[in-house]
């Protein structure tokens, strides 16, 4: 029970802290800034929602020795509860929690700078998509390069965590990094 206390304290201190800077951020002058945080709270929103679906999804694909046909979604849902009740639904969060939050600020502040400096260099008439097309394909790259480590772990957290045996979010990082 100490470790789920610890657990909520951490998650307790982080929005804390987060929810200043979000606060803090809506009157700030850059757009970018105020865009990333907004962008952050979208993605943690969707990802954190989705979680639940992410992983009936993910546990239905990994093959079971024991398992002869593949579940359907709703017989994943019961194996999972019935084998490790709700907290089954919760394995990897955190890592899903804090990648989205990262990859928010990291995709939505780079989308803007990006495409301002474009404008700059090749001035307001150039084509509109082919900017958009840019900036959007260069911030992705980056946000992608951050959030692999985080997907990595939340799936192998949500799969087959006895092979790994990842304690939490740290300790995984320590390993895969």
Not at 18 to 31: A, F
Not at 39 to 58: E, Q, R, W
Not at 112 to 122: A, G, N, R
């Amino acid at each position: 029970m100490y470790f789920h206390k610890r657990r909520i304290g951490i998650a307790f201190a982080f929005l804390t802290g987060y929810g200043i800077l979000c606060y803090n951020t809506t009157k700030h002058p850059k757009e970018n800034v105020r865009l990333a945080i907004a962008g952050s709270i979208a993605n943690m929103a969707c990802d954190c929602l989705f979680h639940i679906v992410d992983t009936v999804n993910i546990r239905s694909k990994v093959v079971d020795v024991t398992q002869t046909v593949q579940r359907s979604a709703f017989e994943q849902v019961k194996a999972i509860y019935k084998k490790e009740g709700m907290f089954g639904f919760g394995k990897g969060f955190s890592a899903c929690f804090y990648g989205s939050i990262i990859c928010g600020l990291i995709y939505f502040y780079l989308y803007k700078s990006i495409k301002q400096k474009y404008y700059q260099v090749f001035g307001e008439k150039c084509n509109f998509y082919l900017a958009v097309l840019v900036t959007t394909i260069i911030a992705e790259l980056f946000t992608i390069m951050a959030y692999f480590p985080f997907d990595l772990i939340k799936c192998r957290l949500q799969s087959k965590n006895f092979h790994f045996k990842y304690q939490n979010l740290p300790h995984a990082f320590k390993y895969e990094i």
